[in-house]
């Protein structure tokens, strides 16, 4: 299995900075017929679901403010919020999708400063 | 709009089998578009991948559960099914369905609110 690292752990920001959130996999996760990175970001909230907010490493899913943006291929990737705003504070993962079984990041907690 | 809804037993006991059903609502499961999948969470833990299904009926699952897992699908419902035999209490985690894209080796887009399934006599 592909295992996807995450740090930091957790993150305290305070409104209206840039949080930045670390994604590395034990292998690439990057396919060089097509170019692409098979990662996906994720948010989930207290008691919810989790929501897709990037695919593909870096393509916003619809509906997702542009203030996420992630980047990075090969092993390296990175989810960047540009300002904080309060209904951000939730836990984020990293997911591969480039081999089965998907494996997830153990999460990273974002909190308000 | 696009919906999941998980159920099933809230509380299964030790070695029986968990089984959990997810209905897809605003959308076919038979559309060849896409894939339909199941994650689950243990109670304050991150996220494990078990298995996805087309409606064609291929399936892929996580090898650590594969011998003890069975995804199935029911097109005249419009539902997937999920079955976990032989369950022990690391086995309790809240249960989500999810929507994945065209092939095994896409995101999950779509996510049922997850239903927390507790393994105890």
Redesign the interface.
Known sequence: ?IVMTQSPDSLAVSLGERATINCKSSRSVSYSSNNKN?L?W?QQKAG?????LI?WASTR?SGVPDRFSGSGSGTDFTLTISSLQAEDVAVY?C?Q???????????TKLEIK | QLQLQESGPGLVKPLETLSLTCTVSGGSISSSSYYWGWIRQPPGK????IG?IHYSGSA?Y???LRSRVTISVDTSKNQFSLKLSSVTAADTAVY?C?RQGSS??????Y????TLVTVSS
Do not use: C, R, V
């Open positions: 299995d098979y996906a994720y919810q679901p989790p929501k897709l695919y899913e993962y997911q999708y480039y081999s089965t079984p998907h494996t997830f990041g153990q999460g | 991150g996220l494990e991948y996805s892929d996580n090898p650590s989500y999810a095994f080796y896409t995101p999950h887009d996510w049922g609110q997850g």
